[in-house]
């Protein structure tokens, strides 16, 4: 072959012609994992990867992005441009984001290299290598973009450590090891379609352009360098759906019920975006409420007007989590409002200008029920009283949210929505129709749920005071508590030459 | 519906049974209307403690930060077990009122809804 194959050529051999039938072992033992869960594959060969990536154009296009990155990472070190964001308060974006968002990027990494070994086509075991190379790439970028804010703010210190332990990381660790638990397929649609393809921009936009507004241009960047791949992985997400629908007609329920599943699941996780992107951001480009109605109701609605035809309606109860985002953002605030002393973040009460904002994005919610709470709040700080919760919370045995939900659907928004189901002749609470339906298909898993606040009951993690078990976290005393006051605060204000008061108007 | 296990029957591991709480049980318990308390909250409780302790002794300490709670007239609560109206007897256990391991409690405070009635 003297002459050079073009990319195309390049793929199909790279992608096709490197399968074969296996003669020492049979097939089905090879690929152990490819049947049990009921799919159906007739012919790998219908696998169409849209990029046609190979290896070589892939690590060229790869390195030549992240020569680009370090580059800008190395010189915001060097210009000290943290001072530049527009409040330390900011930081709290970074802190959610390495804590709970980074850890997935390397489960995700460690998940696709599994489905590249257990997919049985040459096409879907290429396209799985890659992305497992992406994330892996994604979670070490992420370390090192925000290891520089490390130097100079609490809470980044060991957040693979955290989100094996801390309370509300168990909301996105549970939801990512209950697809990893699962079988491949049903990872790959939770994963690349509910998550990467449904919901992604909801998880990416508010954090990339949160940091775009806020004058955070080291996470800006890597957001760029990120994006390609995300579109890649977005589209990969509904090729497969797409792949598996065409499959075989008895995949189609199969897959809509995972869709449903990690639909609820995914938004669940999102919540806590929610809440940064509503109350850590100083300045906010666009609000939750906005966000959902973007990047879901339309987005969404025209998907699954295209996928129709394939037999795959609206994941289930989507609509509650339509009717859900005029509070959502804030009843995830009060949770983290109630128990900031056991939180690696700073918080406090949104300022004047904020609640304003609130108000504004919020017209029918905000100052009917959430304004009032804050200046009871408010009231009792200024007592001397800072409302914390003394309890440990009620926490939903499969989203692992505390029960802060609400009757929104049936027109009873400040009451909790409280879901029971029977296992073994034990009681399970879900805190929603999504979380029990999710339950009561599968009790059997999440009665191995691990509950963080069950957990410490049992006395499982490092001892029976709150002390005990933020350090057993690896937090330090400083992580935790109101922002105004907080090392942060002092810290920030002593980099900009002003004296170390604090302020209640902070946020 | 059963999980699809690869091989063999999927195991079954009670990770919050009883047994696991060092002689307590799990007792959730919330007062309704009151949700700048965040959820219910979890309590570890003796099955044999009386129920009377629970608005004497346990409750004060995690809700009492609240306007109303010194407003509370306990003999005049509306209270819920697992989701059904009921009337505790406050001298007898939680155990002989019904309160089980995981039972959800909520009660109910005539005239008092919160911060300024918002739910608070």
Partial sequence: ?507 | MTVKSIQGEYPVVMMDSVERFHGNQLVYINWDHHTSFCSANTYPLPPDMPFGALTAEVLPGVLGAHPDFPQIQWDKVEWMLDGEGFTPDMDKSLKDNGVGHKSLIRFRTLGLKGYRGTGN
């Avoid at chain 1, 009843?331 to 108000?359: C, R």
């Fill in chain 1, 1 to 507: 072959m003297a002459r050079k194959l073009n990319m195309r050529k390049r793929y199909e051999l790279l992608t096709r012609g490197l399968g074969w039938e296996p003669t020492y072992q049979p097939r089905e033992k090879v690929f152990s994992n490819e049947t049990y869960e009921g799919i159906k594959i007739t012919d790998w060969s219908k696998w169409e990867d849209p990029f046609r990536l190979t290896v070589d154009a892939y690590w060229k296009y790869q390195a030549e992005k992240d020569k680009k990155l370090y580059a800008v990472m190395d010189s915001f070190a060097q210009n000290n441009a943290h001072l530049n964001v527009a409040d330390a308060s900011y930081v709290n974006a970074l802190k959610l984001f390495i804590q709970g968002v980074t850890p997935l990027e390397y489960a995700a990494h460690r998940n696709f290299a599994r489905l590249a070994r257990q997919f049985g086509g040459e096409g879907a075991q290429i396209a799985c290598q890659m992305q497992s190379i992406d994330e892996l790439r994604h979670a070490q970028t992420q370390i090192h973009t925000i290891s520089h804010y490390n130097k100079h703010f609490n809470g980044l210190h060991d957040p693979f450590h955290m989100f094996d332990r801390v309370w509300y990381l168990s909301v996105p660790k549970s939801y990512f090891d209950d697809a990893s638990s699962a079988g491949p397929f049903e990872f790959i649609t939770s994963v690349s379609f509910a998550f990467e393809y449904l919901l992604t921009n909801l998880l990416f936009v508010p954090f990339m352009s949160g940091a775009a507004y806020n004058g955070d241009m080291a996470t800006v960047t890597f957001g760029f360098s990120a994006q390609s791949d995300e579109s890649r992985h977005m589209t990969l997400g509904l090729e497969i759906i797409k792949f598996l629908l065409e499959q075989h007609e008895d995949n189609v329920p199969i897959v809509q019920g995972w869709i449903d599943k990690h639909f609820w699941r995914a938004y669940r996780v999102l919540a806590l975006v929610s809440m940064m992107q509503d109350y850590m951001l100083p300045e906010s480009p666009m609000s939750w409420k906005e966000a959902w109605e973007i990047y879901f109701v339309e987005n969404a609605g025209a998907l699954f007007n295209d996928l129709g035809r394939y037999g795959l309606r609206m994941p289930r109860h989507h609509e509650v989590a339509t009717a859900e985002a005029e509070h959502l953002s804030h009843q995830v605030f009060g949770i983290f409002y109630n128990y900031t002393h056991a939180a690696a973040l700073n918080l406090g009460l949104p300022g004047e200008k904020k609640m304003d904002w609130l108000s504004e994005k919020y017209p029918n919610t905000f100052d009917k029920y959430y304004r009032p709470r804050y200046e009871m709040w408010a009231q009792m700080a200024k007592e001397g009283k800072r409302f914390y919760n003394g309890g440990l919370p009620q926490l939903c045995q499969v989203c692992q949210v505390p029960m802060a939900f609400t009757e929104i659907g049936k027109g009873d928004p400040m009451q909790f929505s409280y879901r029971v189901s029977e296992y073994n002749g034990e009681k399970f609470h879900t805190c929603s129709d999504g979380c029990k339906d999710i339950f009561d298909h599968e009790p059997e898993k999440y009665v191995h749920a691990w509950l963080p606040v069950h957990q410490i009951l049992q006395g499982n993690c490092g001892g029976a005071t709150i002390p005990d078990v933020l350090n057993w976290y690896h937090f330090q005393p400083e992580d935790s508590g109101e922002y105004a006051g907080s090392a942060d605060e002092i810290r920030w204000k002593a980099m900009h030459g002003k004296a170390a008061e604090s302020t209640q108007d902070a946020a």
